[in-house]
C-alpha cells in the first residue's frame, strides 16, 4: 500500500496479510449483506447472522450499533458482539476483522484524513459498475439473478430489496420532519 502525505511525497507501508484469514463464498455474501443492514440502520436478519456464524440457532438477534461511524466498522462491531455473546464466530472472520481494524489504525496514522469507508465505497462502485450489463439481463431473465454471476456475491433482487428500505425509510423520516 502507498500511501501519499501532505508533508511528505510518498509512506510505503507493507502489510503482513497472511494471518487475514480466507473466507469463503457463503461467509463472504453474509458479511456483504450484514454490512448492507448497517448501510440502512436496520437490524441484521436472523437468518443473516445464522449465515455468518454458519449456524443453524434460529434466534439469534443482534441491535445495530450506535456510533460507529460508517456499516463496515458497525459490521465488525456485530461480529465482536457475537463472539462476546458467546456465538461461536468463525476464526477466518475473526481473523479478518483483526487485519481490517489494524490496517484502518495504520492509514489513520498515515493520513487522519484516510476514510476506509469511502475507499470501500469507491471500489463497490467500480465493482457494481462492472456487473451493470449482467444486471440488466438479469431484469429481463430473473433465473439469470444468482449472487455467483456477480463479483460482489448480491443479486439484484437483494440490492433492491435493501436500496428500498432505505428509500422507504428515508421517506418517511422526512414526512416525520415536515
Request: aromatic residues 8%; contains cysteine; positive net charge.
Amino acid at each position: 500500500m502507498a500511501q501519499t502525505q501532505k508533508d511528505a511525497p510518498l509512506a510505503l507501508v507493507l502489510l503482513d496479510w497472511s494471518q487475514a484469514g480466507r473466507l469463503s463464498a457463503p461467509l463472504r455474501h453474509a458479511l456483504i449483506a450484514l454490512c448492507l443492514y448497517c448501510v440502512t440502520g436496520d437490524e441484521p436478519s436472523p437468518d443473516v447472522l445464522r449465515r455468518l456464524l454458519e449456524s443453524n440457532r434460529k434466534s439469534i438477534r443482534i441491535p445495530p450499533p450506535q456510533g460507529t461511524g460508517d456499516p463496515l466498522h458497525a459490521a465488525f462491531e456485530i461480529v465482536q458482539q457475537l463472539a462476546l455473546q458467546g456465538h461461536p464466530v468463525p476464526l477466518n472472520l475473526l481473523l479478518l476483522r483483526k487485519s481490517f481494524l489494524t490496517l484502518d489504525g495504520i492509514t489513520r496514522q498515515l493520513d487522519p484524513d484516510f476514510n476506509v469507508w469511502l475507499e470501500t465505497l469507491a471500489y463497490a462502485s467500480e465493482v457494481f459498475a462492472s456487473e451493470a450489463a449482467v444486471r440488466t439481463w438479469s431484469m429481463l431473465f430473473p433465473w439469470f439473478d444468482r449472487p455467483d454471476f456477480y463479483r460482489s456475491g448480491l443479486p439484484t433482487r437483494t440490492l433492491a430489496a435493501h436500496f428500498g428500505g432505505t428509500i422507504r425509510k428515508n421517506f418517511v423520516q422526512m414526512q416525520k420532519t415536515c
